[in-house]
DNA sequence: CGCATCCTTGATACTTTTCAAGCAATGTGG
DNA sequence: CCACATTGCTTGAAAAGTATCAAGGATGCG
């Protein structure tokens, strides 16, 4: 077993950046101490202040922010590959939860761990800052999805940001991919009721451009989807952490 | 004058850390390259990869996404005290556009300085990248915003976030504070259409909550401006960074 | 079996947008 | 100084998009 195979993440950084063996054995060390989530509980919840990060190997997480009034917002995802927490280890900030969504596999950083890491390797600090300023450029995306698409262009882009994020790490192509999310994930996640968003995938089914169905996300029309969502992946393409 | 006076910067971060003399000379000499821009044209586009970062010392400016359907969504607004570009200094990553929007004052900061100052101040740099964090935790709130709060409640939040930005600059309280966006800043900033935004801000201020007219926001009534938009500073008041 | 979760659909009501029009203030060139 | 364009604000009426309410079906699981 390859260590790319093992990680996601190196997966992911070896796409944009050469990777040496001794950066290459940094990240492995980063790997060690390895823990599993049960899905639906809470990892990290909003206002706690555990200064932990994980990088997640297996599984799906969100993070988002419950209101005084009940109602939820899904900030962002992360999938294998990703790392979450690292900004509330970096600077403390963490004022939103963390839920699995289905059983998960990730590494505990420890800061300091982190941060000799860093200081080692420095290449290697910024192709994982680079990584984390792409994350926030996905925020940003996201908000203009809410704030400017209708509902049935924002259901699309963010499918194929999915997409395109998880092909990244070796697990969904142009053809589709396999997708834990409830139909009140996405509600939450666009802003969207659960029935709006029902209807809106039937909608994407019968003009015959995407399938969402039993937990697979199936692109029909992978070009006419893109045409609909105005999908330009310019924010997440970006030619890497420009290493000298 | 003194040097708070001269520098919102250096006031809102005063507010939070008592910085050395040190400290304040190297934020001072930060603040060298003073630059002016006028309003309404765009100090960084869309795409350009102008490495500069800036102090803004005076007026606003707003960032933003134009789609390709022509609508924009301004994600965030700097006002006096705010850092502008600096991500892109740290990561380039600028794939959005600031834009003045009354003629402002800056001090251009080179990113040699700027890490040079970082190495030279530790503590300085802890403040600097907290307050970074602080505005993506504005950005986060505003998705939660966009997402999950009607019209009146969204404007209702906006303003008092501004108001709190305002009064850490000692430029605004809860009374009021000067303002010079037009309507169509803010529905572009709230994901509606201009005509709702004038029809939402007549409603607050016929509740007797709020005025916004001819430039200044009025608070009438904040406590109840803040029942409507359930609006909790939490994510705005942090302890600071926690110095050691 | 019975309960819980998730998906699906229809009917209705509400929020927000779009279209259209008018007004006030400001600035500009003739 | 005036005609004119421009920008920003305001309002009404109609249309569109989305939420809410209600109900039923499917599946999995203790």
Redesign the interface.
Known sequence: MTVEAQSPLIRKLSTFVALSEAELAVLARLHRRRRTFVAGRDMVHQ?QSGQLAYILSSGWVCSY?I???G???I?DFQVPGDFLGL?SV????S??SFEPIVDIEAAEVLTDDLLEAFAQTPRLATAI??AA??D??M??????G????DADARMAHFLLELGSRLALVGIGSKEGFDCPLTQYHLADT??LSAVHVNRVLRQLRESGLVTFRDGHVTFHDYGGLVELA?F?S??LD?SG??LK
Chains 1, 2 share one sequence.
């Open positions: 206002g922010k209101q005084p009034d109602t939820r917002q900030v900004r970096l600077l403390r900030t004022d939103h800052l680079w300023s792409r926030e450029a925020v940003v995306e996201h908000l203009v809410i704030g400017r698409r666009l802003g105005e330009d310019a924010y970006q952490p420009l």
